[in-house]
């Protein structure tokens, strides 16, 4: 009798082990967001309604900074063409990352992974240096432009690939096409190949079976890539500042010139709580969408 009341006792304890551990594991899940993402969000929204009086920050709320972002007219512009600028980017990206996740998709056996790999290579360089190999191919002495000039086709170097915002789009498109190629790669890898064959012993052609069958089930990492691709860009304020030049003012540089330069943190944060607005509401229509056309 004594033998399995110790049994049971040590049971009660191995199960309150396992009960403390669950819930020290559950709470240091939600701590660690908690502390380093959702706290420093709500202290950047609440330094959001301060605001800069001669140079002196001032701990009262108001909402001064976003009134002055939507009555003053450099601003909303700004925004607007930024959103434009990074919808091209998206479109840009998945135009181009859908082809060549396609044909990662049809390569049979491990190979289709080798490859896939030489597109996750790039994310491990320095931003700044694939930045700046860019602007070394697209500049006014750029190689595309050597080897335009050589072989006789411009008479003028081509100026309107850098320093403008169509240089930013095409820069952001480039250095965000792996994070366009993967989501879009995964969804076509994970169509069961039988379906594929099903609809061509059904007599349905090779466009048939894309439009069909392929799109449909490859929508939802399509729809993915390009919220990647626009989420990313409309926070960057690096590359505008690399390759736009004075004419390639993007919000993302309004913002930086605001902690950096104006020293006015809270309007600063003002417009980051704009943007991330935006981003909210980007990852709200990719779920709906998503939902919408399951996988």
């Known amino acids: ?7 049971d006792v040590a049971e009660l304890d191995e199960g309150r082990r396992a009960r403390s551990y669950r819930i020290a594991t559950t709470a240091l899940a939600y701590l660690i967001p908690g502390v380093f ?11 959001s309604f301060y605001y ?25 512009p700004v925004f607007l063409r930024t959103c434009i600028l990074c919808l091209a980017v998206a479109v840009i990206a998945v135009a181009f990352a859908y082809p060549v996740a396609y044909l990662l998709a049809s390569i049979e056996g491990r190979r289709k992974y080798v490859f896939a790999l030489a597109f ?8 700044i240096i694939k930045i700046y190999a860019i602007r070394a191919i697209l500049g006014s002495n750029g190689f595309l432009n050597r080897i335009l000039l ?6 003028a170097p081509l100026t309107f690939l850098i320093f403008n915002l169509q240089a930013v789009a095409l820069t952001l498109a480039i250095l965000l096409l792996p994070f366009a190629i993967l989501p879009i790669f995964i969804a076509l890898e994970r169509i069961p190949r ?18 069909r069958v392929i799109w449909p089930l490859s929508l939802q990492g399509t729809v993915v890539a390009a919220t990647f ?26 913002i930086y010139s605001q902690f950096g330069f104006a020293f006015n943190w809270p309007f ?16 709200a229509i990719t779920g709906l969408v998503t939902r919408r056309h399951p996988s």
């Open 150 to 155: 050589a072989l006789g086709i411009i008479d």
């Open 37 to 47: 993402i959702l706290l420093p969000l709500i202290l950047f929204l609440v330094q």
């Open 194 to 211: 039988n379906v594929l064959d099903a609809s061509a012993d059904l007599g349905a052609s090779a466009w048939q079976t894309f439009r």
């Open 1 to 7: 009798m004594s033998l399995r009341a110790g049994i």
């Open 52 to 76: 800069v009086d001669h140079g002196k920050e001032v701990h009262e709320l108001t909402l001064r900074n976003y009134v002055r972002f939507f009555n003053d007219a450099a601003f909303v």
């Open 229 to 254: 691709t626009f989420v990313l860009a409309l926070g960057d304020f690096v590359t505008p500042q690399m390759v736009g030049g004075t004419s390639g003012m993007t919000f993302g540089r309004i």
């Open 120 to 127: 996750v290579i790039p994310l491990m360089m320095s931003y």
């Open 268 to 283: 600063g944060a003002a417009l980051s709580v704009v943007l991330l607005a935006l981003v909210l509401v980007a990852l």
